[in-house]
C-alpha cells in the first residue's frame, strides 16, 4: 500500500486533495501533518474522512520531529501544502511569510535526505513568482523568466529553487507546481473569489448593502477550481518528471470586477462595486495567464470546471453558512 505525507494537510487544499485521495485512490495510507487537526466544514462527512487518515500534529520548524515522522512513516509521496499563502498578508507579514515558504520546505527536503528515503516530493509554488511581466508573453509558459513583485513571490521563488538543488544536487525526486489562483468553498475569505461570494451572499440575503467592497478591480487573474487543482497534483505526484516546474492553471483571465459582473448575471442581483484603496498592494502585478500545455502533455491533465459553477458552489457554501436552514 503506497503511503503518503501531506503537510498542511488541515487546510483547504489539503481537505479537497485528502478527499480526492479517498474517493479516487483507496489504496493509500495517507499520514497528514499540521499544528491543528483538521476541522473541514466544506467537504462532505469530514469526520469519516478524518477518522481514516493518520495525523500527525507538529510544528514543522522542528526538524527532529519532521525526521522522525519520515523515518517512521517511509512515505513513497510527500506533497508539501504548509504555507502562508496570502499575497496580501506578505505585505504585513514579510519575515514570518519567508520563513515559512523556505525554510519550512527545506526543513522536510532535508529531512528525505537525511534519513535516506526515496519518496516522490511535489512542491506547490505560484503563479505570483512570474511577477511584473510582458503582455506578448501571455499566456505565461514555465519558461518565462520570473520576476516577483511581492514578498510572498520571492519565497515561492527560493522555495522553488531549493527544490532545484536537491533535484540536481542530491538527486532527491522533486518537481515543482506553479499554481495560478485556485477557489473552491470553503477557502478562507481574505482569498478574492471568496470575499467577493461571500459580500454576494450576504447582499442575496439582505444582510447587506447592495455594494462589494474590492482591491483593485482591473487586475487580470487566471482562476481554477479547487477539484481541477487537486486533480493536477496527484498526477503530479504520479507521472510528474524529477526538477521540472508545471503550471497550474485555466489558461483564461478574467478581471477581478468581472466576477462581480458574472454573478449579478448569475443571480439576477445588481450589485455595485466599490474599490477599497486600503486593499491595494504596494506593488501588484497586471496580468496573470497561464498555459498548461506542458502539464497536459505530461500528464494528460486539462480543466473541467466551468467558473461559472465554481462560484455557484461557493455562493451554496457562504449561503448555507450566513443562514444554516438555506439549502
Not at 505526484?237 to 483571465?253: A, D, M, Q
Given at each position: 500500500m503506497p503511503r503518503i505525507l501531506i503537510t498542511g494537510i488541515s487546510g483547504f487544499v489539503g481537505g479537497y486533495f485528502t478527499d480526492f485521495l479517498r474517493t479516487n485512490r483507496v489504496d493509500f495510507e495517507i499520514h497528514g501533518i499540521s499544528r491543528s487537526k483538521p476541522s473541514w466544514d466544506f467537504i462532505p462527512h469530514s469526520e469519516d474522512l478524518i477518522k481514516n487518515i493518520v495525523f500527525h500534529q507538529g510544528n514543522l520548524m522542528d526538524i527532529p520531529y519532521i525526521q522522525s515522522v519520515i523515518t517512521e512513516i517511509q512515505p513513497d509521496y510527500i506533497i508539501h501544502l504548509a504555507a502562508q499563502s496570502s499575497v496580501a498578508e506578505s505585505w504585513e507579514s514579510p519575515i514570518s511569510t519567508f520563513l515559512d515558504n523556505t525554510t519550512i520546505f527545506l526543513n522536510i527536503i532535508d529531512s528525505v535526505r537525511r534519513v535516506g528515503n526515496r519518496c516522490k516530493v511535489l512542491s506547490v509554488g505560484s503563479s505570483e513568482q512570474y511577477g511584473i511581466v510582458r503582455e506578448n508573453d501571455l499566456p505565461l509558459n514555465e519558461s518565462v523568466i520570473q520576476n516577483p513583485s511581492s514578498p510572498y513571490a520571492v519565497a515561492r521563488v527560493s522555495q522553488e529553487n531549493l527544490a532545484k538543488i536537491y533535484a540536481d544536487g542530491y538527486q532527491l525526486n522533486i518537481c515543482c507546481t506553479r499554481s495560478f489562483n485556485h477557489c473552491g468553498p470553503g477557502q478562507n475569505e481574505k482569498f478574492v473569489v471568496s470575499s467577493i461570494v461571500k459580500q454576494f451572499a450576504e447582499i442575496a440575503l439582505g444582510k447587506k448593502d447592495p455594494v462589494i467592497k474590492i482591491g483593485d478591480g482591473t487586475v487580470i487573474r487566471d482562476f481554477l477550481d479547487i477539484h481541477d487543482v487537486?486533480?493536477?497534483?496527484?498526477?503530479?505526484?504520479?507521472?510528474?518528471?524529477?526538477?521540472?516546474?508545471?503550471?497550474?492553471?485555466?489558461?483564461?483571465?478574467?478581471?477581478?470586477?468581472?466576477?462581480?459582473?458574472?454573478?449579478?448575471?448569475?443571480?439576477?442581483?445588481?450589485?455595485?462595486?466599490?474599490?477599497?484603496?486600503?486593499?491595494?498592494?504596494?506593488?501588484?502585478?497586471?496580468?496573470?495567464?497561464?498555459s498548461y500545455a506542458k502539464l497536459n502533455k505530461t500528464v494528460g491533465w486539462s480543466p473541467e470546471v466551468e467558473f461559472e459553477d465554481s462560484l455557484k458552489s461557493i455562493f451554496h457554501y457562504w449561503c448555507s453558512r450566513l443562514l444554516p436552514h438555506v439549502k
Open positions: 487537486v486533480r493536477a497534483y496527484i498526477l503530479l505526484l504520479e507521472k510528474g518528471k524529477r526538477g521540472e516546474i508545471y503550471n497550474v492553471c485555466s489558461g483564461k483571465g478574467r478581471t477581478i470586477r468581472s466576477i462581480i459582473e458574472t454573478l449579478n448575471n448569475l443571480y439576477g442581483i445588481s450589485a455595485g462595486i466599490e474599490e477599497d484603496p486600503s486593499q491595494f498592494r504596494p506593488i501588484d502585478t497586471p496580468k496573470l495567464i497561464g
